[in-house]
């Protein structure tokens, strides 16, 4: 509520007790906020879903503590950070496997995680233009925002504007 630009917040696994679809809601509107105000924002979360705000705003980007993955289910911490989000997609069904979870349930859990996968792919490729409009709506606006601070006179502003308004025809390349 008293967040703002200069703040420091940090969330860690935000939305944990509650259904997958309800904590994802959660977490991505709380992100979406933050986002906005432009606040510094640790979130630590395991929803990868939520690494897809990267391509909506472009002052957000994701990070990862690295891990290795070794044969059968051995996983090695390497205490270290990455760019980018987990790139170990078993990461979860490896853990169980170390655990001694049954090999039915570790195979029925792949499988589940690649259909899951599969489904969450074909959501974001058919959303991929409504997240280009939501993405240079916010380009814009950030920018028309910046003009309060600016220093220009009025010329300088109708100049930025119309040079502003050629490039987003044009397909907003810088």
Known sequence: RHVSAKSLVIVDELGRATSHADGRAIAWSICEVLAAKRCFTLFATHMHELSNLEKLYPNVSNFQLLAQAGLGSEISY??????????????????????????????????????????????????????????????????????????????????YLRDLKARYLRGHEE
């Open 78 to 159: 390497l205490y270290t950070l990455g760019s980018g989000c987990c790139s170990l997609s078993t990461y979860g069904i490896k853990l169980a496997q170390k655990a001694g979870f049954p090999t039915e349930v570790l195979e029925m859990a792949d499988k589940r995680r690649q259909e899951e996968n599969e489904r969450a792919k074909q959501t974001i490729e058919a959303n991929a233009s409504k997240v280009n409009v939501v993405r240079t709506s916010y380009e814009l606006i950030t920018k028309l925002k910046a003009l309060d601070r600016s220093t220009l006179d009025e010329f300088g502003i109708r100049t």
